[in-house]
């Protein structure tokens, strides 16, 4: 329980809100000067209009099914929400075709990556390395050694002796790896391939013991396709060997490689799926790891089937790991056994080949030995939703789906804003019935719930605009709803702040005392209903996609800052007005009067300063009233005559005079 002797401060608090209030309002103020920032949040579709995209699959021969209209809504999904583009509406018209609608006027890159196809291939591994850019890895490596321990000369001449030397050797140049010692994957966690039931390995694909100096070969150079060349072909397979061929390690690739940074997630967008007959710089899906990748081996549309299952050992039974399973046609079987017979028992990172989609590395599995009869399994540390979205991407990412645009309009918004109109309508007559109840239930003090409502409302705003600037948010029907509905329930935290106040007023607290205790009650009831809230708003928009992430998101935005204006705005009004004279004398109109709280004067000495005995010389006429009253009951019950009754009166009459006159006489 809150201390009620330290003396609050409520200043501080109503000073932290308002500058919170104003650095968000200075932030957009500079965005608009500085950027592209406004002064009304972007609207999305139902609200602005924007474009209209339908795309229609180009196959022939072939049936589109509809797991692989799900699975190229899901891609090209993904690429709108990584370019920062909120409350897209992506779905599927028929059985065929996919319908894109995107707020606003989106600008040519966006529409580029929702037109371009997704492409499954596979590519050899040249270098694999942390995804942040390498000048950061120096910085990070240098900060390490500045705060690690330091060894004298001795002890690191001791130290190049152990490791043979190399303690004083030079870095390799920065993008390039070290041909000694080529760089381990930076996910060593990576998943493993080979066949469906693994042979024992044979002499060709054993690694060298230790020792034994690794056969030398010549060094190659990539070979020339003609225009019409397939990927894939069994003319020259592998067409990539990074670790004879050094072509592949130009500076302009290299450099490329150094500056990427996968962690960001405007780089892991995809829909450039680089040029098939050369290299390329790619970055894992999850942000992991970054690739440069040789040219495509073979092409995805020779996978026949993919599923996802236990692995199976080599003899023939079943593990409790989950793997993955692709299974080749008769032309994907020969080429794809001849690149894992090259590439098995090679050292890191030229062992592994990678599985792209859409530009990013889906896995790149080690292959442990050749795969020659088209059927291979990718096993690893896969949860049963990871393993299935794998099995997923090769079977759906196999068939060559490519799109064409088949009409590309503007859509009005004229439906939406009269949506607009009448919910905004609906949401203000709600807002005043919240208001007109305050002021009859709680009179004066309502009037801290309307000025809470109204910052409330001042925060939300500064708070969407911001949102809308930064993280490209557009605010939709549904998320006008949810504004609405979570400043109504922001009046919640008020209503079970004041009636906790009012009980302990009725306990006989002073003002002063149960404004604080009652709030020191009232906040565990308040902070776990607004976790509720809070919850139920992150669900939401984890599971749902379109208009109502935007429902859940303004939702979750109101109840945080109710949290914030019933810590730092309501709590501290009402310290203040607890010590003002018309509040703290309980005045009728005060919200907070003892009397009508219906405190009895014992329960209530004291209480507010309140002078009993004042109160007590006013309300004597109430009291000789009454009394008479009683005396004429028990004078009828006793079965006396009117005349004595009357005599009786007289008598009292004549002992209440001569009572007051010897009052006034003394």
Not at 445 to 464: E, I, R
Not at 600 to 624: C, F, I, N, Q, V
Request: hydrophobic share 35%.
């Amino acid at each position: 329980m809150a201390s009620i002797d330290k003396k609050p401060r409520p200043g501080r608090r109503f000073l932290a809100l308002g500058a919170f209030i104003v650095i968000i309002f200075a932030l957009v103020g500079a965005g608009a000067v500085w950027s592209n920032a406004t002064w009304s949040p972007k609207l999305a579709l139902d609200l602005e209009g924007g474009t209209s995209i339908i795309l229609e699959p180009q196959l022939e021969d072939q049936q589109v099914t509809r797991e692989q209209l799900q699975q190229a809504v899901a891609i090209i999904r993904q690429r709108v929400d990584s370019t920062g583009v909120s409350e897209a509406e992506i779905s599927t018209q028929g059985d065929r075709n996919i319908v894109v609608n995107l707020p606003g006027n989106p600008d040519e890159e966006t529409r580029n990556l929702v037109r371009s196809s997704a492409q499954l291939a596979f590519r050899r591994v040249a270098l694999v390395g942390a995804p942040t850019p390498l000048d950061q890895q120096q910085q990070e490596d240098k900060a390490q050694e500045d705060t690690g321990p330091k060894l004298s000369e001795e002890d690191q001449k001791k130290l190049d002796e152990l490791l043979g030397g190399q303690g004083g050797q030079g870095q390799p140049e920065q993008g390039a790896p070290q041909q000694d010692q080529p760089q381990e994957p930076a996910n060593p966690g990576s998943s493993n391939i080979r066949p469906v039931a693994q042979p024992a390995p044979s002499e060709e694909g054993k690694e060298p013991q230790q020792g034994e100096q690794p056969e030398q070969k010549p060094e190659e150079k990539p070979s020339k396709l003609p225009e019409d060349f397939e990927p894939g072909s069994q003319d020259d397979v592998p067409r990539f060997k990074p670790e004879d061929q050094q072509s592949w390690m130009d500076s302009k690739l290299l450099e490329e490689y150094a500056k990427l940074d996968c962690t960001k997630p405007e780089n892991r967008v995809g829909g450039d799926s680089g040029p098939r007959d050369e290299p390329m710089v790619s970055c894992d899906q999850t942000g992991e790891a970054k690739y440069i990748l040789g040219p495509v081996e073979l092409a995805g549309s020779h996978v026949k089937d993919a599923s996802f299952g236990f692995e199976s050992t080599s003899q023939g039974t079943q593990t409790n790991r989950l793997a993955v399973t692709m299974e080749f046609d008769d032309f994907g079987r020969e080429v794809f056994g001849k690149v894992t017979s090259a590439v098995t028992g090679a050292q890191p990172p030229y062992n592994q080949f990678a599985i792209v989609l859409d530009g990013l590395v889906l896995s790149a599995p080690v292959s442990q030995s050749a795969v020659t009869d088209g059927r291979a399994q990718i096993t690893g540390s896969f949860s049963e939703e990871e393993a299935s979205t794998l099995a997923n991407q090769l079977k759906n990412g196999a068939l060559p789906i490519s799109f064409k645009v088949q009409s590309e309009q503007q859509i009005s918004p004229t439906l939406g804003a009269d949506y607009l109109k009448v919910g905004l309508i609906t949401g203000g007559i709600g807002l005043l019935l919240v208001v007109v109840y305050s002021l009859l239930q709680y009179r004066v003090l309502g009037l801290v719930t309307v000025s809470s409502l109204v910052v409330a409302g001042v925060l939300t705003w500064g708070l969407l605009l911001f949102v809308s600037w930064r993280y490209g948010y557009r605010l939709s029907l549904a998320g006008v709803a949810g504004i609405i509905i979570g400043i109504g329930m922001a009046a919640d935290s008020f209503i079970v702040y004041f009636e906790r106040v009012r009980d302990e007023l009725r306990d006989g607290r002073k003002l002063l005392s149960a404004v604080e205790v009652g709030w020191d009650r009232a906040r565990r009831t308040i902070y776990a209903s607004k976790a509720v809230n809070m919850l139920a708003a992150v669900i939401l928009f984890i599971l749902a996609v379109g208009s109502v992430r935007g429902f859940a998101f303004t939702l979750g935005l109101t109840v945080i800052v109710d949290v914030v204006i019933v810590v730092l705005f309501t709590h501290p009004m009402l310290q203040v007005l607890a010590r003002t004279r018309f509040f703290g004398e309980g005045h009728p109109m005060s919200g907070m009067d003892p009397r009508q709280l219906g405190v009895k004067p014992e329960a209530y000495r004291g209480a507010m300063g309140l002078d009993l005995d004042k109160a007590r010389k006013k309300s004597t006429g109430r009291s000789h009233k009454e009394a008479k009253r009683r005396e004429e009951s028990r004078t009828r019950k006793s079965g006396q005559t009117l005349a004595e009754r009357k005599a009786a009166e007289r008598k009292a009459s004549s002992v209440d005079t001569k009572t007051q006159t010897t009052e006034e006489d003394a």
